[in-house]
């Protein structure tokens, strides 16, 4: 018998492409995009905040992303 293995590629992107409703594999897990902001500090990098929804358990995170 084969045996078919499907192989994936997984994108990197920069925080300031992240969109609500994007899809995105953070931290071993499935997440939705329910908000994002975009942050320029005076000081420091700008980054994205953005809060997501676990797609398997419905648990929140707030997480940053740098920006480039």
Do not use: C
């Not at 994002?36 to 992303?65: C, H, W």
Request: charged share 25%.
């Amino acid at each position: 018998a084969t045996q078919r293995h499907s192989v994936r590629q997984l994108m990197k992107i920069n925080g300031n492409e992240i969109r609500p409703g994007n899809v995105i594999q953070h931290k071993n897990g499935l997440w939705v995009a329910v908000k994002t902001q975009d942050v320029k500090p005076g000081k420091g990098p700008a980054y994205a905040q953005v809060e997501q929804k676990n797609m398997i358990d419905g648990s929140k995170l707030n997480e940053r992303f740098l920006s480039s």
